[in-house]
């Protein structure tokens, strides 16, 4: 499988949701090639090269009460994400990776 990368996406804070649980609205989902509700990843932190962490385990849901164009995390999550306010994701088979730009998603 390719790599797939959404365009930009909004960060919004979900105090419902766990860390590693990445909510995104069926749209943002399609251009990673899911369409199912929810797919267990693999979360790769790329959002720069001198603060990567170890991958733990995740999922991505489709949500359409989430706004197109957003991804909503956790508190924690975010935190992880040094609180950006706008990612990347990209996949490839089941490592989804959270990155700054839609330049830093290699592997």
């Not at 499988?1 to 860390?19: D, G, I, K, P, Y």
């Not at 399609?30 to 267990?40: E, Q």
């Not at 924690?76 to 706008?86: A, I």
Request: aromatic share 6%; charged share 25%; net charge neutral.
């Amino acid at each position: 499988m390719e790599m797939r990368r959404t365009h930009m996406l909004a960060v919004f804070v979900n105090s419902r949701l766990e860390t590693g649980i990445l909510v995104m609205h069926p749209n943002d989902g399609f251009d990673l090639g899911l369409m199912h509700d929810r797919y267990s990843v693999t979360v790769h932190m790329k959002l720069d090269k001198k603060a990567a962490r170890d991958p733990f385990p995740g999922a991505v849901q489709l949500n359409n009460s989430c706004r197109s164009g957003t991804l909503e995390v956790s508190q924690k999550q975010w935190e992880l994400m040094h609180k950006q306010e706008q990612v990347v994701l990209a996949i490839k088979d089941t490592d989804v990776f959270i990155v700054a730009d839609s330049g830093g998603a290699t592997s």
